[in-house]
């Protein structure tokens, strides 16, 4: 049995290749959008992608199952269990119940219904049968069972939600209680996911291991204590995983290879820019905020989370335009963003900034405060209106005091929290990449004296400066 997985640090998503090499075929489990690499990885070991199979209708990524399927002529399989769920898979494909199973040579993947982070989730018992055909040598849980942690119950509305847990903490004794303790568990998300709370970092575990360090697992939980703990820690909801979850049980259109990989010269760019288009630039904090065309967003190709910000922030009913600190990191950056739906990429600013500035266009700047002169102007009384950016978890741990707290994924929707009375907004995060999201957004909603905190407040506790709890 060759076994791959395949990370996506951005979504901290996990998707695998199961194959038997003797008999050339292979089985993809929760493939990304963009499907080359499993196509390549197939291709040179000579491989056959026979079949495409998926945990669940997922929220958090759009999917790549409906053209992998298409692309390399494999039968694709979903859950059995979603008639009449809210999201319902629309597209041909084959249905998988429990105890079915898909074989690749003597290589067997066996449903198993393991319902509650959604109705229908799925998820796979693999078997080697070279070595075994009785005992299970991996889970690949999808977004059921995580390392450290489970699948939020919460994603299809308040409405269902409790019924979700009750659902899940019976998946977790139900199907769980028989497996061998040394089973492999190979989870569809890693830690950085909002898919569950609390997840550890290493990519998979043992279910011997979850059993003892796992707060879900502990088999003294009651059900009653089970769905106020899951429903407790689950992470703010991304307005955007809703789209996920409609364009994933339609079947994402096909790609046919990425787009917006084109060179746009500068006045037909500017000309773009002025109609219809949006311009989202990918470098850093400290370059976005020297000089950037007018109303783009800021979201940086390195040092955060393309994705996900852009899913958060960005409209999706309009073209996009990119500006990219090198030509090599525009392919990065529309993979990034084809991941989660955004598919309308037009093309990159040939010449970049320079080219941008060199041709008289109208260029706007975000002045970066570091902390220190943050703190004197804070002391003095006449400091700046502080917008932290960051998730409640860290706005606990310690916070400016005074500061304002809003997520940087709800500014656009909260900006009635946030002063209009003349005085500089400072925005701040952990270290300048989720504010410099948030102060694009502030500035395209028309605050005039936006500041961005360089370091953010890694810097401001590294100076060991004050903090509120």
């Not at 009913?317 to 525009?330: G, M, N, Q, S, W």
């Not at 010449?351 to 003095?380: F, K, N, T, Y």
Request: glycine residues 10%; charged residues 25%.
């Amino acid at each position: 049995m060759l076994f791959e997985r395949f990370e996506d640090d951005d979504l901290a998503h996990h998707s695998y290749l199961i194959a038997c090499e003797a008999a050339g075929e292979a089985v993809v489990v929760d493939p990304r959008r963009d499907i080359d690499a499993y196509l390549d990885f197939a291709g040179e070991r000579h491989l056959e992608i026979t079949h495409v199979a998926e945990t669940h209708v997922h929220a958090d990524y759009a999917s790549g199952a409906k053209e992998l399927a298409e692309r390399s002529g494999a039968t694709l399989w979903e859950s059995a269990y979603d008639e009449d769920e809210r999201y319902e898979v629309a597209f041909p494909h084959e249905e998988l119940g429990e105890g079915d199973a898909i074989e690749v040579g003597s290589v067997r993947l066996e449903a198993l219904h393991t319902p509650g982070h959604t109705p229908e989730h799925l998820s796979y018992l693999v078997y080697d049968g070279s070595r075994s055909e009785i005992v299970p040598e991996l889970l690949l849980s999808g977004d059921f069972l995580f390392v450290g942690s489970l699948g939020r119950p919460d994603l299809l509305g308040e409405d269902v939600k409790r019924d979700l847990a009750r659902r899940l903490f019976a998946s977790v004794r139900q199907k769980l209680a028989d497996l061998p303790g040394g089973l492999e568990v190979h989870p569809a998300h890693g830690s950085g996911s909002m898919c569950g709370s609390g997840m550890g970092g290493r990519p998979m575990s043992t279910l011997g291991f979850e059993r003892i360090a796992n707060p879900y697992l502990d088999p003294d939980l009651t059900e009653e204590a089970f769905v106020e703990r899951i429903l407790g820690t689950a992470p703010p909801f991304p307005p955007y995983y809703r789209r996920m979850k409609q364009i994933n049980a339609a079947g994402p259109p096909a790609l046919n290879g990425l787009p917006g990989l084109e060179p746009i010269p500068v006045e037909r760019f500017r000309a773009l820019a002025d109609a219809d288009h949006l311009v989202l630039d990918l470098r850093d904090h400290l370059a976005y905020g020297g000089a950037h065309v007018p109303d783009s967003f800021g979201i940086g190709v390195i040092g955060g989370s393309l994705s996900s910000w852009a899913a958060w922030v960005l409209p999706y009913d309009t073209p996009i335009l990119l500006l990219a600190p090198r030509p090599e990191d525009v392919e990065s950056a529309v993979r990034r963003l084809v991941r989660v739906g955004f598919d309308d990429v037009r093309g990159w600013l040939e010449g970049g900034i320079e080219a941008w500035r060199e041709a008289g266009c109208r260029l706007a700047s975000i002045p970066q405060m570091d902390v220190g002169a943050l703190h004197e102007e804070l002391e003095e009384g006449d400091g700046p209106v502080v917008l932290d950016v960051r998730t409640d978890e860290e706005w606990e741990a310690g916070h400016i005091e005074g500061a304002i707290h809003v997520h940087g994924g709800f500014v656009a929707e909260r900006l009635d929290e946030i002063p209009r009375d003349g005085r500089p907004i400072a925005v701040i995060c952990g270290s300048g990449y989720r504010s410099t999201v948030a102060a694009s957004v502030l500035e395209r909603a028309g605050f005039e004296d936006v500041r961005n905190v360089p370091g953010g407040m890694e810097a401001w506790e590294r100076l060991g400066l004050p903090e509120s709890r």
